[in-house]
């Protein structure tokens, strides 16, 4: 098997990879190094790996020819930067996109397994199912949420096998540690680590469904090599564990050394994960539990 890896040197991305190649892949990764909140990237030696802008169309297409699979993680992928830079977070999430379905399309890849956000939410009534109404915030989620939209036209107009994933709040093993909109848990340990303060955005009782980034590898594979029905594909799966936290509980897990700063705009207050489409289609379910994450890694 031949897969192709968009942002593989990322944090989940370089996760995937490592499975794939665990498994026997042939893996080619993109991947231009952009993303700010990371404070490495993993490039794993194995693998066949450009520096290449997903939307660079001349240089990236012929790297498409001979793939089964491509796993399409790079993005613009936090929410306070595409506020802050609107159009730079809808060129990269949605031409990006564009772009990677058209080189797939060309080369007769078998699947697109597409790494979406559960930010596609926003206020909706949760647990959240896919069957309820996207309600984007922010210019990220609307660019993730187009990212689907091209995913669906492209399976019903080109039939190109697509599957678009919702990650909840992914943690773990690489995750981003830089600035102050990388992710939670990475911030939090951060911290500890620097003897500095937990700092807790607004009143910390806003709650997410956190989700092992070891558990979102296990879904993207399952998605590429599990047998389904023509009906499954074109359509959006949330990855998620379906239980969620405050940041405040979060916290507790990891210091009393807190402090509060100002609330951010444009963020959900709650989200928490119906799986059972996941679950019922591929088989899957998550394993970890992140109180047992986070505790072996004090």
Known sequence: MKSLVTGGAGFIGSNLVDKLIELGHDVIVIDNESAESNEQFYWNDKAQNYKYDIRDYENTRPLYDGVDYVFHLAAESRIQPAIENPINAISLNSVGTCTILQCAREAE???????????????NPYPNVETQPDDCLNPYSVSKVNGEKLCKMYTDLFGVKTISFR???IYGERQPLRGQYAP???????????GEPLTIVGDGEQRRDFTYVGDVVTANVLAATAEVEDSAFGQVYNIGTGSNYSVNQVASMISDNTVNIPPRIGEARTSLADNNKMRNTFGWEPKMKLEDWISGHL
């Open 167 to 169: 990650y909840f709040n």
């Open 184 to 194: 939670v848990i990475g911030i939090f340990l951060r911290q500890r680590s620097a």
């Open 109 to 123: 890849v078998k699947r697109v397994i597409y790494s979406s956000t559960s930010s596609g939410y926003g206020m």
